[in-house]
């Protein structure tokens, strides 16, 4: 259960790096460390024949730690006997000749216990057997597994960012073998349909404008869909960004809450700071306000002063981590994979938690 916890906290940790983790290295040095940047712990990745560094989500500190405060004296015996185990992080109990010592962890009877898939048949406990409502929520036997959370992580990190580079990086492998094992074929091609039908509404819309049958012709049901719709590219796409954009602003500028007043203002342009600093801010605020799932009267509630909302941020954020990737200038597209490295660390995000909650 702490391990597919700890794994949900830090995807690119494997099942077997986090079982087989240990506390210190040969030397006594521990892995568990402290900086300027906050707490990191270092796992070792079998596959990649590497070590692997990561800054800690302020949770999986507090597990790490609380394992090896809990396990210190059971650790000291163990070594005081030479015993190779007392270097493990997780030091569990299991018989041995019929007597109960520590044993080395066993990645097969963990995800046994998380899957349930050989458990139940087996009268073997499970997950599900120790906390019910996961079975009254439809996670049944063999719902769970290491590799499914690894693989939700995955897909979650590009539906938030929209980048297979942040993915990578997330779970720690190429961008190749995301390609091919971790984000679904399905689920790509299905986005890429739906990029194209936003943009052949889009098109639809300016043209048939002021026709009535504009509502047929588009993917729609009703005419609250499709008001949603137009406010949302009205505010991704600036009335200057494109002769396309700027029929969109001419034909439904109403929408965007325009009057006759706004028409002196249709030269203005967006000024944003391109660096590290402020795409960081903006990015991880972005990542904080979709982690904690906010309520859309409060992601539309407007400043009285500047009239600007937390949804204007969201979508400036968006606009940017699609714009700065393919952007001429190579120092903007460093700056945007700066503050994505910035962002996927838990911690950067927590500092927005404390301003938002």
């Given at each position: 259960?702490?391990?597919?916890?700890?794994?949900?906290?830090?995807?690119?940790?494997?099942?077997?790096?986090?079982?087989?983790?240990?506390?210190?290295?040969?030397?006594?040095?521990?892995?568990?460390?402290?900086?300027?940047?906050?707490?990191?712990?270092?796992?070792?990745?079998?596959?990649?024949?590497?070590?692997?560094?990561?800054?800690?989500?302020?949770?999986?500190?507090?597990?790490?730690?609380?394992?090896?405060?809990?396990?210190?004296?059971?650790?000291?015996?163990?070594?005081?006997?030479?015993?190779?185990?007392?270097?493990?992080?997780?030091?569990?109990?299991?018989?041995?000749?019929g007597k109960s010592k520590v044993v080395a962890p066993i990645l097969s009877a963990a995800s046994g216990f998380l899957s349930g898939k050989n458990g139940i048949k087996n009268n073997f406990l499970w997950i599900g057997s120790v906390y019910p409502h996961l079975i009254k929520s439809g996670l049944s036997a063999g719902t769970i597994s290491f590799k499914k959370i690894r693989n939700t992580e995955g897909v979650l990190e590009w539906f938030r960012t929209k980048s297979l580079r942040a993915v990578s990086r997330k779970l720690g492998n190429s961008e190749k073998v995301v390609l091919q094992h971790y984000i679904p074929r399905a689920l790509l091609d299905a986005w890429n349909t739906r990029m194209i039908r936003r943009f052949q509404n889009l098109w639809l819309s300016v043209a048939a404008a002021n026709e009535e049958f504009l509502l047929d012709v588009t993917d729609f049901?009703?005419?609250?869909?499709?008001?949603?719709?137009?406010?949302?590219?009205?505010?991704?796409?600036?009335?200057?960004?494109?002769?396309?954009?700027?029929?969109?602003?001419?034909?439904?500028?109403?929408?965007?809450?325009?009057?006759?007043?706004?028409?002196?203002?249709?030269?203005?342009?967006?000024?944003?700071?391109?660096?590290?600093?402020?795409?960081?801010?903006?990015?991880?605020?972005?990542?904080?306000?979709?982690?904690?799932?906010?309520?859309?009267?409060?992601?539309?509630?407007?400043?009285?002063?500047?009239?600007?909302?937390?949804?204007?941020?969201?979508?400036?954020?968006?606009l940017l981590q699609s714009r700065l990737p393919v952007d001429k200038n190579p120092d903007y597209a460093a700056c945007h994979d700066a503050a994505l490295r910035f962002v996927a660390n838990p911690a950067n995000r927590a500092k927005w938690v404390g301003l938002l909650v």
């Open positions: 259960m702490i391990t597919a916890l700890l794994i949900m906290l830090h995807p690119s940790w494997t099942p077997v790096s986090v079982m087989m983790a240990k506390v210190t290295n040969r030397h006594g040095k521990l892995y568990l460390d402290m900086s300027d940047a906050g707490y990191s712990y270092e796992v070792e990745k079998p596959r990649a024949k590497a070590m692997k560094l990561e800054s800690l989500d302020p949770l999986a500190y507090e597990i790490i730690s609380m394992l090896i405060r809990e396990t210190s004296i059971l650790r000291n015996d163990l070594a005081k006997t030479g015993d190779s185990k007392a270097s493990l992080l997780f030091l569990p109990y299991g018989k041995v000749f049901a009703s005419l609250a869909d499709l008001h949603a719709f137009l406010r949302d590219v009205l505010q991704m796409h600036g009335p200057t960004g494109s002769p396309l954009s700027e029929l969109l602003h001419q034909r439904f500028n109403s929408l965007a809450g325009g009057n006759s007043e706004s028409k002196a203002n249709e030269e203005a342009h967006l000024h944003v700071a391109i660096s590290k600093g402020a795409l960081s801010a903006l990015y991880s605020y972005q990542a904080t306000v979709i982690d904690l799932g906010l309520p859309e009267d409060i992601l539309d509630k407007q400043d009285i002063l500047t009239g600007l909302s937390p949804r204007h941020f969201l979508v400036l954020a968006d």
